[in-house]
């Protein structure tokens, strides 16, 4: 059966802290997620699908900060053992995203140097 992530929403938004901006995509373009973000004092910055009829302002600049992570999150999944998800325990996956994220902010730091 497919689902789609924003039926999840409302368990994550539950822990959203107040005052942050919350990156997503279209596919939570939704007026009840919208409000649910509002209500925890937080911004959304949701780009507006293409069939919403009522106009909504969305920060372009903030919205690019969501490529970033996107493609850090890329860059980790080219381990093998990151995209397979090996680990049984969450500290151990946990540990071993942190040393692929130092070795590639190393490879990041030397090419630079």
């Known amino acids: 059966m497919d689902a789609h992530d924003a039926a999840l929403a409302a368990s994550l938004l539950k ?12 596919g ?8 649910s973000i509002y209500s925890h004092i ?5 780009p507006p699908k293409s069939n919403r009829r009522d106009f909504i ?7 690019k900060k969501r490529n970033l992570v996107a493609r850090c999150f890329n860059k980790l999944k080219q381990f093998r053992h990151i995209a397979t998800r090996n680990d ?5 996956y946990l540990a071993f995203a942190k040393r ?3 070795r590639l902010w190393l490879r990041f730091y030397n090419s630079t140097a």
């Open 57 to 63: 302002y969305d920060s372009k600049k903030q919205y």
């Open 42 to 46: 937080s911004k959304p910055v949701v």
């Open 88 to 92: 049984r325990h969450a500290p151990a």
């Open 15 to 26: 822990a959203l802290p107040e005052g942050t901006s919350l990156l997503a995509d279209r």
């Open 28 to 35: 939570y373009d939704a007026d009840w997620i919208r409000a």
């Open 100 to 102: 692929v994220a130092v």
